[in-house]
């Protein structure tokens, strides 16, 4: 950490040219503050539901809501209508991302036609226009096919990008398949529907070579898996999430707030993932910042849809949670959230991309406060500590508390 002005002390991430931007902000920030600059956040992992689904979610407020909570750099999941599978489609998105993101936004394609799981889209024209590969929000199902597309992929220098899901042991399950789901009646998930098919397609890297990268991981074998997997050299990465790190199975209430999926799991878990984090197992922390409508998300835990909102609380609740308490250095979490996704998503650190916290000021999380369409977070109420001031991208100012 250096000192960059009398306000505002700037992470060694920041480069020279942006900590002289910064100083030039200095003035217009509260001055009976201090502030910690950091690298601009890169979330690998967001839906902002356009095109197809507006209503939820636009580029344009997921990129502002992105901006409130640090970020510079958001990679945007494939499960939209049209589903960009095909250069058409993408190509609808990358237009209303150039006319209406504030902050850069890198789209997925699609593995499969429709997201169907029964024919690769087509990866030759997609690849220049992708950051990677996914069927985000489904798994694929065929080993075949997970295989097909890896050596597809590898052959065009792209990674593929994996929402790990056994749909035959799902059983119409919702929540995590532990304690509270058996207290109340609730149909749950069993933890193998997630590691069976990583440790599948672990198989089929050995075979392949590919580039491989593992989706919001949630359970103990999981990061065991991937954690001998890296022991091996395999090329694997992984991410979690905020509320799988610091929320288990028995904080559920009976609201959609805490429907997500995969789901909130138990302490064992819970700790295992820590455990993942602290010792470099687990690569990034992303958010799978996913809105829905009120309405969406008001049916309780059976009936409401998947997905909760989290990018402008993701800072915060990992600062409080993790460094404040000791576990973890500022510098670690600016590596989980920024350096990390970055250098294995390949997306470069712009000239004037920083963000700027006051670390000292406690707030309840709100989500009346949110810019994000979605309000759906587990973390309403919660008191949290590290406030958002200033959103840098390329020099501009694209959040200003």
């Not at 539901?49 to 344009?60: A, D, L, N």
């Not at 690769?120 to 992708?130: H, V, Y």
């Not at 590919?210 to 991981?217: E, P």
């Not at 670690?332 to 650190?349: D, H, Q, T, Y």
Request: net charge negative; aromatic share 8%.
């Amino acid at each position: 950490m250096r000192k960059i002005c009398d306000n505002i002390i700037s992470s060694a991430n920041i480069s020279p040219k942006t900590a002289e931007m910064l100083s030039s902000f200095s003035t217009s920030l509260p001055s009976d503050k201090s502030y910690i600059s950091l690298l601009g956040f890169c979330d690998v992992h967001v839906h902002f539901r356009e095109p197809g689904f507006s209503y939820k979610e636009t580029i344009r407020s997921g990129s502002l809501a992105a901006a409130r909570g640090g970020y510079t750099a958001v990679c945007t999941m494939p499960n939209l209508n049209p589903v960009p599978d095909s250069k058409e489609h993408i190509e609808e998105q990358l237009k209303i991302i150039e006319r209406d993101a504030v902050i850069d936004v890198y789209p997925y394609a699609s593995i499969t036609v429709n997201q169907a799981g029964s024919e690769l889209s087509d990866f030759d024209e997609l690849a220049p226009l992708s950051i990677a590969f996914s069927d985000d929000g489904k798994g694929i199902q065929s080993k075949e096919m997970m295989k097909e597309a890896m050596l597809k992929a590898k052959a065009l220098g792209k990674m593929i990008v994996a929402h790990c899901e056994d749909n035959s042991l799902l059983f119409g399950g919702y929540i995590h398949d532990g304690e509270y789901a058996r207290a109340h009646g609730h149909k749950g998930i069993c933890s193998e529907s997630e590691w069976g098919p990583i440790k599948r397609d672990i198989e089929l890297l050995r075979e392949t070579g590919a580039a491989y990268h593992v989706c919001h991981i949630s359970t103990k074998e999981s990061v065991e898996l991937i954690r001998e997997a890296k022991r091996e050299g395999l090329d694997i990465t992984c991410e979690t999430a905020p509320h799988y790190l610091i929320m288990n199975d028995s904080e559920l209430i009976e609201d959609g707030r805490f429907k997500m999926n995969p789901p909130i799991r138990s302490e064992e878990d819970r700790l295992a993932l820590v455990e993942g984090i602290l010792d470099g197992t687990i690569d990034i922390i992303a958010t799978d910042h996913a809105p829905h409508s009120k309405e969406e998300k008001s049916r309780g835990l059976a009936k409401s849809s998947f997905g909760v909102v989290g990018i402008e609380t993701a800072f915060a609740a990992m600062y409080t949670h993790f460094v404040k308490t000791g576990m973890m250095t500022l510098e670690r979490l600016e590596e989980l959230l920024s350096v990390n996704p970055r250098k294995r998503f390949g997306i470069p650190i712009e000239d004037g991309d920083a963000c700027v916290f006051e670390l000292d000021e406690e707030f309840t999380a709100d989500p009346k406060d949110f810019l994000s369409e979605g309000k759906a977070t587990p973390f309403e109420g919660r008191r949290l500590f590290g406030t958002c001031y200033l959103t840098l991208h390329r020099g501009k100012a694209v959040f200003k508390r």
